[in-house]
């Protein structure tokens, strides 16, 4: 059995909240996107992170008034953090019986004029599994997170290492591009 001492370290007192706010912040590259993001003010956000960052024992951000980049034990738990929370969804998901929509993921010019018409083809095929569509700058990399289930593509990814790429028909369903799937 461990020592109490051990059940009470620090780490312990690691919370959603601390996750939620690094992974944020490594999407949005800045406190005020990822604050905003996050629906809170900036102050906490950045109380938040002082507060993950003394849990851990370890700076995770490194910031000037400039710039803001993940320190490499940040990038290491700012990608831990985004399965830890997909795999939180996944399991209330599964807990609640209700069926988590396809999330697909995109490049802003990506769908287009497409999109009313590849809602439309996925509500027709799949009347069970709703979709949410998600804008993301690089949907590749929100594939690779875990933040998107699929994600359209203009080319094939560079390194299709764990991705399954399908090219489409361009049949009018989906638009003539590639679909990465993990």
Do not use: K
Not at 49 to 76: K, M, N
Not at 109 to 136: I, K, M, Y
Not at 162 to 176: F, I
């Amino acid at each position: 059995m461990p020592a109490v001492e051990d059940l009470c370290s620090t780490v312990m007192n690691v919370e959603l909240r601390h996750l939620r706010a690094l992974a944020a912040i490594g999407d949005e590259g800045t406190i005020t996107d990822a604050a905003a993001a996050l629906h809170i003010g900036q102050p906490a956000l950045s109380r938040t992170l002082q507060q993950l960052e003394s849990r851990v024992g370890v700076r995770l951000v490194d910031r000037t008034t400039r710039t803001l980049h993940l320190t490499a034990a940040g990038r290491r738990l700012y990608e831990r953090a985004h399965a830890i929370l997909r795999q939180l969804d996944d399991a209330l998901a599964e807990t609640t019986a209700v069926r988590r929509p396809l999330r697909l993921g995109f490049a802003w010019s990506t769908l287009g004029d497409r999109t009313v018409p590849l809602l439309r083809a996925w509500r027709e095929r799949h009347p069970d599994t709703p979709v949410r569509v998600h804008r993301h700058d690089d949907p590749e990399a929100a594939l690779r997170r875990g933040d998107v289930d699929a994600a359209l593509l203009r080319t094939a990814p560079a390194d299709g290492a764990g991705l399954r790429v399908l090219p489409c028909t361009g049949n009018g369903a989906w638009p003539p591009y590639r679909r990465a799937i993990p």
